[in-house]
């Protein structure tokens, strides 16, 4: 049985206070900006002092940055940094958790023997789902009450035919993207997933009691359960929490490559928290065939997410249909710092790093690359979201800092505190064996 040690549960603790009190002075800050409509106008010369007027949403293009309306659409831009910062995050810790039962569930599904040791690792970050879902769904009820404006399409006066501000490109999308429709797709991802682990987590626990091959049946069924509910689901929720954030806008390569930012996440994490439990000593029989092994789908990971970002990058910006190609003109103007570079941690450091593969069984290499990766994947998320919520006036201050430390101490509390209630080797699993003996040939 793995015990949370005192010291690295007042670590999670001391994140969760310092991420909610960093976020709460960045949100201060923030709203006493809106009051003072001479700093946002400075802002916003700022922002366009090069003479460019990128968009970096599609309700941009339409009128100038001279309109008397556009002072009113900035202070919209800046009030929703508080909620874009949690947003993002919450939208990739989901993901990940998420990744990680997919990935569990292949497994399962393809009765794999060499990961069964690391079964209960991906439990413990699955069971992050519903702490992530719950804020997503409460983000989800602020914009539909119009207390966050995260989502231009939720206007209702874009779908009014007799408004002047008609929009007839989101009314022609109103039978899907429309607010109870929405609300109701949420809880269907964050209640449906949630129950899924659960009942697939209940099962292996029953398993290891009973060690009963017909309760081990049931596994691979919901395992096989899962792969549906998250193919369909990482779709549906791509569009709906990012992709939606710029309603003009659509990629078909978008799914593919917000799900491998979530999957490859998943796997870095499932590292870091498997070698952490072998240094503890809890986990001794996992080795550096399982390590390799690992290292194998974080490489392979990485490079799949880079074919979907050059794909979809280079469809479109050489197609160069200004609806389509806008989605990368505000980045490359105000996100320039983050656009490109994010491919380093993301794509050229694994590239560099990881092809050889002996490479892979080296704990600390491996370690720093799965963190390597985190960090890219979590910028790739930030920059899915906040151009099309905040547009050119972003930072990451304190409101995002915040986000981030109060995310990370919560999901170390849950994962941790939930795996300190599991047993860490699932002894009723027929292939426990095969993963005790794994060794991988080359």
């Not at 989901?94 to 399962?108: D, P, V």
Request: some cysteine; overall charge neutral; aromatic content about 16%.
């Amino acid at each position: 049985m793995y015990t949370f040690s005192p010291k690295l549960r007042l670590i999670s603790i001391i994140l969760i206070v310092l991420g909610l009190v960093l976020f709460g002075a960045g949100y201060m800050m923030n709203h006493g900006l809106l009051g003072d409509d001479a700093k946002i106008t400075h802002l916003m010369e700022a922002a366009h002092a090069n003479g460019h007027n990128a968009p970096t949403h599609s309700s941009e293009m339409n009128g100038g940055h001279n309109d008397p309306s556009h002072l009113e659409h900035v202070k919209h831009q800046i009030a929703n940094e508080p909620l874009s910062a949690i947003h993002f995050v919450a939208v990739f810790l989901f993901g990940l958790s998420a990744a990680a039962m997919f990935f569990y569930s292949i497994q399962h599904a393809a009765h794999a023997g060499w990961s069964i040791i690391i079964t209960r690792v991906m439990e413990a970050i699955g069971s992050f789902m519903p702490w992530a879902g719950g804020v997503l769904i409460i983000v989800a009820i602020l914009n539909a009450t119009h207390y966050g404006h995260l989502f231009h399409w939720m206007d209702p006066a874009l779908v009014d035919p007799n408004s002047k501000d008609f929009d007839p490109l989101i009314f022609e999308k109103k039978k899907f993207l429309n607010v109870p429709f929405y609300i109701i797709r949420t809880l269907i991802y964050v209640i449906g997933g949630s129950l899924i682990v659960w009942k697939l987590k209940s099962l292996t626990k029953k398993v290891d009691d009973t060690k009963s091959r017909e309760d081990y049946k049931k596994v691979y069924s919901w395992s096989i359960g899962y792969i549906a509910f998250f193919g369909f689901c990482s779709a549906s929720w791509a569009w709906d929490w990012l992709m939606s954030l710029d309603p003009h806008w659509y990629s078909t390569m978008y799914i593919w490559f917000a799900m491998t930012s979530c999957w490859t996440s998943a796997i870095a994490v499932i590292i870091l928290i498997s070698v952490y439990l072998k240094r503890k000593g809890f986990l001794p029989q996992f080795n550096d065939n399982h390590l390799h092994d690992l290292g194998k789908w974080l490489f392979a990971t990485s490079m799949v997410w880079t074919y979907t970002w050059f794909a979809q990058f280079m469809l479109y910006w050489y197609a160069n249909i200004p609806e389509e190609v806008n989605y990368f003109f505000g980045r490359f103007e105000y996100y320039s710092i983050l656009f490109l570079p994010s491919l380093i941690p993301c794509f050229l450091i694994p590239l560099i790093v990881m092809v050889s593969s002996s490479i892979k069984r080296n704990y600390k290499v491996v370690v720093t690359m799965a963190i390597i990766v985190i960090f890219g994947q979590l910028i790739t998320h930030f920059l899915m979201v906040m151009p099309g919520t905040v547009g050119p006036f972003w930072n990451f201050g304190l409101l995002e800092i915040g986000s981030v430390l109060f995310f990370v101490g919560l999901f170390i509390f849950v994962v941790l505190t939930t795996l300190s209630k599991m047993k860490l080797i699932p002894q009723g699993n027929p292939f426990i064996h095969e993963s005790l003996i794994y060794e991988y040939p080359f």
